[in-house]
């Protein structure tokens, strides 16, 4: 009853009729879904690339997985190229909606699009078949992976989702860190731009010492080649493109 209570309220502020949204572009939590769901929001997930005009998969309104983007559009196939031991790998789609190349630029179509029509996206998943539908879960994209030496893989936007969940989490970013001093260090680090006006408002002082508590709960709830060593606090927003997405390769990575 509270719940029903607390979403009307929610709900009557779009307006008291939303049912639906689509939602694709970045990573969801799926904590964000499941919030939604509680208040009687169905939110259908899916996953696209402009290459593929633009989408690949999408959730159905009667079938929906938790943390999955879905199955493929009709007439779509997936294929993980060169997977690991868990499945995972590049994630390649073929379908109707495929562009026929890049304009006037047939090497960069070749690298993109293989002997057998598929796109390689460049993200990072797995598959998982029931009842015969495939069901596409990302985890990564390739640029942005981080391979330790120990050959473990990092995802840098699993943790990112975790970090996300943590109040007074503006934007976050997680990479590789550079130390100049010492190159064959290994550093996972944590770079975070705070809510700084809900820290005032609450009179938190201690901003670093905040999140290195945080930090330290994410830490001790994942394995250990996955320990968050470092948190950096921006005092700006990170740089975005035209379509606010960050630019990840704008950001100084270097930690001393």
Same mark, same amino acid.
């Given at each position: ?5 607390? /979403?009307?309220?929610? !709900?009557?502020?779009? *307006?008291?009729?939303?049912?639906? %949204? $689509? ?108 009842? /015969?539908?495939?069901? !596409?879960?990302?985890? *990564?994209?390739?640029?942005?992976? %981080? $391979? ?109």
């Amino acid at each position: 009853m509270r719940s029903k209570l607390f /979403g009307k309220s929610v !709900l009557s502020n779009f *307006g008291g009729e939303l049912k639906m %949204i $689509i939602c694709g572009g970045a990573a969801l939590n799926q904590s964000i879904i499941d919030f939604f769901e509680g208040i009687g929001v169905v939110i259908l997930n899916g996953y696209g690339i402009t290459e593929c005009a633009p989408l690949i998969s999408c959730n159905r309104n009667e079938f929906r997985r938790k943390g999955s983007v879905g199955m493929p559009i009709i007439g779509g196939k997936i294929r993980i190229d060169s997977p690991n031991e868990k499945g995972e790998g590049e994630i390649c789609y073929k379908g109707p909606n495929v562009m026929r190349g890049y304009f006037e630029n047939p090497e960069a179509t070749a690298a993109a699009i293989d002997a057998d029509g598929y796109f390689h996206t460049g993200d990072i998943g797995y598959v998982e078949m029931v009842d /015969g539908d495939q069901w !596409l879960y990302i985890t *990564g994209r390739i640029k942005n992976l %981080i $391979i330790l030496s120990n050959g473990k893989n990092v995802y840098p936007e699993e943790l990112e989702c975790d970090i996300q969940g943590v109040w007074g989490v503006n934007e976050v970013v997680v990479y590789q860190g550079v130390c100049k001093n010492n190159p064959e260090k290994e550093l996972i680090v944590a770079e975070i731009y705070p809510d700084y006006d809900a820290f005032k408002a609450k009179g938190i002082d201690d901003i670093r010492g905040y999140f290195a508590k945080e930090i330290k709960k994410i830490n001790d709830r994942n394995v250990a080649y996955k320990f968050i060593g470092r948190v950096k606090l921006r005092t700006e927003e990170f740089p975005k493109n035209t379509s606010r997405k960050i630019t990840r390769f704008k950001i100084d990575k270097t930690v001393d």
